[in-house]
């Protein structure tokens, strides 16, 4: 059967690194179905036969295609800034590697069964987490955000015991371009196996930065190329108002992509301490929080690789890598103040603009308004004003924007059309993405999920209709929490 669909995939993550990944099955499972498809990603990677019933085998892992070695991958990580040395996909399979004229791109699936590295996990997934990775990684791919994609949700026919009973059990099928992380080298690392170490570099390194491979200092390079990845998606996470939520070194990627949307939701007023999660009491992972726990892990990234770095020069490692992990915060609120002025419709640096932007966020601080319809609304100085219970600061801040940006050299309307490019009208709100997942979870019914990941394809684009997917929630509501995706 799986023969007819003709998917070539290779294999060099389980060819080329042996002892990094174990050779893995998924689970057979009584009624696989796919509940979403992604036919744009699908076309792009020539993977439209995957959407058929034999594609369900395959998108749920109870049967393998044929140039599949379908394995589980091998890695550590920081939780909450505790190490576990033997963390690994637990839930997860990497299928193999697609390879299209520009790049080589992961196939995975979470959920598809126990697997050497399950702990005390059941090995799945249900149907509610898996829809939310799927709207979420499209919300941001919409917003320009690297991320992780979903290629397939399916359903296998099980029923899978959960906090509040038992639900639907779900495959999600993922692309990336790779599953590296941080605590893939931890794992090693953490081992004091250098060769193992430097192999997954030197893998890294083909597969992401290829132009490195031949230079004499090229780890070092590494590092510097994952930390400004890292930086910038920080900036684009904090310019949108993404919270992650579960920011440990496990789900931070070498490639720079959006991993593991487990508790994740994007903030509604503006914050700097907004958190989700259920389970980070402490706050780890609070929105403002956000940077200097990515450099925290780049840190612990960057120890990883000291032997590589200079080898037997211990003291040199440190200090070239120290430098690194230093500049990532520099780096990183560079490349925000610049996303910040683009979201003011600024492009030619000015000296003022510092004090135009700290005076902004002194604004929204403790204002109760909403984040997203604040930026969204800055070019109407009326909407913006009545997003304020106090008008006196908003409308002197107001003021001075204006005479700011009478100081670029594009006309307004052109100013105001690059503003709605870069400002969001819709991003998943939270009680529009819960609504969806209760039908779907309750009904088996897709029709709200798809409607909003519709919604949220055209994010900076007004759409008849669709009004109630651009406004926040009811105040009143009590808190929003969410749960690790289990
Ligand atoms: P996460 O918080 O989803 O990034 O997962 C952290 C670790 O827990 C990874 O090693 C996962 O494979 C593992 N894990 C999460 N959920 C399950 C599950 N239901 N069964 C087995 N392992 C799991
Ligand atoms: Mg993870």
Known sequence: ?????????????????????????????????????NTDLAENLGLETLNSPAGAQILTGAQALPMSKPVAMAYAGHQFGNFSPKLGDGRALLLGEIVTDQQRFDLHLKGSGKTPFSRGGDGKAVIGPVLREYIMGEAMHALGIPTTRALAACTTGEQIMRQHGREPGAVLARIASSHIRVGSFQFFAARQETDQVRQLADYA???????????????????????????????QWMSVGFVHGVMNTDNMTISGETIDYGPCAFMDRY??????????????????????????????FAESLLDLIAPGAPDTAVQLAGDVVNNFMPMHLKIWENLM????????????????????????????????????????????????????????????????????????????A???????LYIPRNHMVEAALKQATETGDTTQVERLISVLSTPFTEQAGAAEYSRPADQSAAPYKTFCGT
Request: glycine share 4%; with cysteine.
């Open 1 to 37: 059967m799986t023969e007819t669909l003709n998917i070539a995939l290779e294999n060099s993550y389980a060819d080329d690194l042996s002892g990094f990944s174990v050779s893995w099955n998924g689970d057979m499972v009584p009624a696989p179905e796919i509940v979403l498809f």
């Open 418 to 424: 690059d503003m709605d490019a870069i400002n969001p």
């Open 341 to 416: 002025r683009a979201k003011c419709g600024l492009t030619a640096p000015d000296p003022s603009d510092k004090s135009l932007l700290s005076g902004l966020f002194q604004l929204l601080d403790g204002a109760n308004v909403d984040y997203t319809s604040f930026f969204r609304a800055l070019p109407n100085q009326k909407t913006v004003i009545s997003l304020f219970t106090d008008p006196g600061p908003i409308t002197q801040w107001h003021a001075k924007w204006q005479a700011r940006i009478q100081t670029e050299e594009r006309p307004e309307t052109q100013i105001f």
């Open 205 to 235: 390194i083909a597969r992401h930065d290829p132009d490195l491979a031949d230079q004499d200092d090229k780890y070092l390079q590494f590092l510097i190329r994952v930390s400004e990845r890292q930086a910038k998606l920080l900036a």
């Open 271 to 300: 914050d700097p301490q907004t958190l989700f999660s259920s389970i980070d009491h402490a706050g780890r992972y609070a929105y403002g929080r956000q940077p200097v726990m990515a450099q925290w892990n780049l840190a612990r």
